[in-house]
């Protein structure tokens, strides 16, 4: 079974610019979460979606961050514009069916992104 | 509040000997209990997690932590460390009894395992 993709890798970019983030998630499952994890401290959720409806987006920064899943598969997030405190790595998880709150999660590698 | 509390920036020990990083936690109501692992440039992979039922949870390559709700404690252990056991270690929590609340993780620990 392959695993979570995400692409890509690794991004720079000057401050106020903007930068995209894809995830395909494993097949089949509904759950989809961002995570942003900055250097030294765990991953914080930004957003969760179940298929394409949105779950939790109440630590997303919605002046500038956006989310969207729009056929329940892969999804982009976007940061407009991007500031010095946006460096970190965005990772992407997904889960089977609906979230029932105890199924382990299943990260992707992650996007190292570094605002410069 | 949730909250996850990992004391240890960094355990250090001897192949061989055995591990334990420390994890507590904070939640209102019971908790769903998890540990993952982050190798360099690689996502975090599940090890194991508490759901119910038994203390004592085994979970992947050897390792296996212990619940323990009157110390809300739920510390990560292995018999026997190996060099290749060395990467992040994060503990991660879940209310039962909130549903839709998110995960939250601690800060991680580093573990090092000298050969």
């Known amino acids: 079974e392959a695993g979570v993709a995400q692409s890509p890798r690794y991004k720079i970019i000057e401050k106020r610019q903007s930068v995209a983030f894809w995830c395909n998630p494993i097949?089949?499952?509904?759950?989809l979460y961002w995570y942003q994890q900055i250097l030294g401290q765990g991953p914080k959720l930004l957003i969760q979606?179940?298929?394409?409806?949105?779950?939790?987006d109440s630590q997303l920064p919605k002046d500038r961050f956006s989310a969207e899943r729009l056929k329940g598969v892969d999804s982009t997030l976007k940061i407009q514009p991007a500031k010095l405190e946006d460096s970190a790595v965005y990772l992407c998880?997904?889960?089977?069916?609906?979230?029932?709150?105890?199924?382990?999660?299943?990260f992707g590698p992650g996007t190292r992104l570094t605002v410069l | 509040a949730q909250s996850v509390a990992q004391p240890e920036d960094q355990v250090n020990v001897a192949e061989g000997n055995p591990l334990t990083v420390k994890c507590t936690y904070s939640v209102s109501g019971n908790p769903y209990l998890f540990w993952y692992v982050q190798y360099p440039n690689r996502g975090l992979q599940f090890l194991l997690k508490?759901?119910?039922?038994?203390?004592l949870v085994k979970g992947s390559y050897g390792f296996e932590a212990e619940f323990n709700k009157s110390q809300t404690s739920f510390h990560l252990k292995k018999p026997s460390a190996l060099v290749s056991d060395s990467a992040l270690y994060f503990c991660?929590?879940?209310?039962?009894?909130?549903?839709?609340?998110?995960?939250?993780f601690g800060k991680g620990t580093t573990l090092s395992v000298s050969s």
């Open positions: 097949s089949g499952h509904a759950t």
């Open positions: 508490y759901i119910t039922g038994d203390n």
């Open positions: 998880a997904s889960t089977s069916e609906w979230d029932t709150s105890y199924n382990e999660q299943f």
């Open positions: 979606f179940q298929n394409n409806g949105v779950v939790d």
């Open positions: 991660a929590v879940r209310d039962q009894d909130q549903a839709g609340t998110a995960l939250i």
